[in-house]
């Protein structure tokens, strides 16, 4: 597709997406309390998109994911938060 | 339009589901084993489970003219109890010779841990000693870098394994790279919120080779699409690949990778 018609099909629900994560955004500012590790990695991740780069869902991917290498001792959850704690 | 559905947990679907897929064009479905969403308390139970899914799916889903087909394993989210895992195992061989058994899957990592790796080679090896093709779930979230690692680094490590007979599903854009280049097949998950959109799917179709590429449903009991893959379908459609891409992505690939199963018929 050229750029104009990749456009065409994907603005309007890119714009949605867009406003619904600065409301997101406005939200979590509005509540009373501070960020947790999830909160500071998602505002991290955001610095790649500014970026003039390409490969970005790529690189937002790799933001939140757990660099390390080696297993866990055990396994003591069975569900993922969506961003890395860090080293604990 | 005709496709292959190579991944969903059709036991925790309706026939509602059943009807709208077969209405779509999905000729065959194929349902690894998976966690129920808690842990079983013992083999009996994963016994139960195989029968059910060897035995009474495939009927309920001949009554919408769709053949299913299945994988067995342990889930890595139960992968914690060694000794449970042992036995469900000890198992498994009794099924593989089913007629509906494709390999052995959908086995992995979930939180990346020492006894989920342990769990996950053992099953390699069960595949290896008996022929079978192997389906892999990678971690969640920020667990699925490492763990595709871990995965990869495992297979690589045992000589036995032939990467064309393995695929590795629920690649992102951080993953794919890894498992194609390693040789192996890559599965595209399309769930609402969390793997991959239908677009997302499309761009990573259109970045890489989509030789040994294949999307999923993976519906189950939570937020989920039964029909995504024909929705994925319809956005390649919209962004202009043709009719017979579109095929080869949702028919011909899992019909390539799984007619390398004798259990898997031809079906059109």
């Known amino acids: 597709m050229k750029r104009e018609q990749v456009i065409d099909l994907y603005f309007m629900e890119a714009r949605a997406k867009l406003i619904d994560l600065a409301a997101f955004l406005d939200r979590v500012d509005r509540a009373p309390g501070t960020d947790d590790f999830r909160m500071t990695a998602f505002r991290h991740a955001m610095q790649e998109l500014p970026v003039n780069q390409p490969n970005l869902a790529k690189r937002v991917l790799l933001s939140l994911s757990d660099p390390t290498t080696e297993p866990l001792p055990a396994a003591t959850a069975k569900t993922a938060a969506g961003a890395w704690p860090g080293p604990k | ?268």
């Open chain 2, 1 to 268: 339009m005709r496709y292959i559905e190579p991944h969903a947990h059709m036991v925790s679907r309706t026939t509602d589901d059943y009807l709208a897929m077969a209405t779509a064009g999905c000729l065959a479905v194929c349902e690894p084993a998976f966690w129920a969403g808690f842990d079983r308390s013992s083999v009996d139970g994963f016994y139960d489970y195989f029968r059910q899914l060897t035995d009474y799916e495939p009927k309920r889903a001949a009554k919408f003219g769709l053949a299913h087909y299945c994988w067995l394993c342990l889930n890595p989210k139960e992968s914690e109890d060694i000794k449970l895992a042992e036995e469900v195992l000890g198992i498994i061989p009794e099924f593989l010779n089913r007629p509906s058994v494709l390999g052995i899957g959908e086995i992995g990592l979930n939180k990346n841990s020492r006894n989920e790796l342990a769990v996950f080679e053992k099953h390699v090896d069960l595949a290896a000693r008996h022929g079978q093709l192997i389906l892999i779930h990678t971690p969640h979230l920020e667990d699925k870098l490492k763990g595709t690692r871990l995965i990869i680094d495992a297979l690589k490590a045992d000589g036995r394994v032939a990467p064309e007979r393995v695929i590795i599903d629920h690649v992102e854009e951080h993953t794919i790279q890894l498992v194609l280049d390693a040789g192996f097949w890559a599965g595209m998950t399309l769930y609402p919120e969390s793997k991959c959109t239908a677009a997302r799917a499309a761009d990573m179709i259109e970045m890489y080779s989509s030789e040994r590429l294949w999307m999923n449903s993976a519906c189950d009991w939570g937020v989920s699409v039964p029909l995504a893959v024909p929705r994925a379908a319809l956005e390649m459609r919209l962004r202009g690949h043709t009719a017979k891409a579109v095929d080869a992505m949702i028919y011909g690939n899992p019909i390539r990778f799984l007619s390398q199963s004798k259990n898997f018929r031809s079906c059109s």
